[in-house]
């Protein structure tokens, strides 16, 4: 069983000269059962996505195009990964702070998440964050 650290994962690639395939199967290229998908394209210059965590619910990042980085901050430490390639990503586990920024020009990040959408599954406040953290056992 996988465990439950932020890190990065690669993707089947089918090569051929028509152009590359990539896919993914829940439970099997990443550690949960997908039950939403969502993106962000046309992200203006500067700006920066994310900035919460989540109390249940895991991610997986993928740059379908472009590249951005995330910053990911799991209580203990803060680290950077970049991406750019459609055939790896950034998986994100429960309880880990996550800011996206410095998208490239046409960029598209795609979401994979374990969970449907719940506002009290976010933590918004990078303090509130901290504190549940720390409290947990």
């Not at 000269?17 to 039950?35: C, D, S, W, Y």
């Not at 960029?107 to 449907?116: P, R």
């Not at 959408?117 to 953290?133: G, I, M, Q, T, V």
């Amino acid at each position: 069983m996988m465990r439950k650290i932020p890190r990065i994962l690669n993707l089947p690639k089918i090569t051929d000269q028509r152009g590359n395939l990539t896919f993914i199967e829940g439970n099997r290229h990443i550690p949960f059962a997908v039950k939403r998908v969502y993106y962000l394209y046309d992200v203006p210059a500067g700006a920066m996505r994310g900035g919460h965590a989540h109390k249940k619910l895991e991610q997986f990042v993928i740059a379908a195009s472009g590249s951005f980085t995330v910053v990911i901050d799991d209580g203990r430490r803060r680290r950077k990964f970049f991406l750019n390639r459609p055939h790896y990503g950034l998986y994100i586990p429960r309880m880990v702070w996550r800011e996206l920024e410095d998208f490239s020009s046409g960029s598209i990040c795609v979401v994979l998440a374990s969970e449907e959408y719940d506002e009290s599954d976010y933590y918004r406040s990078y303090k509130a964050f901290l504190k549940a953290f720390r409290n947990q056992k």
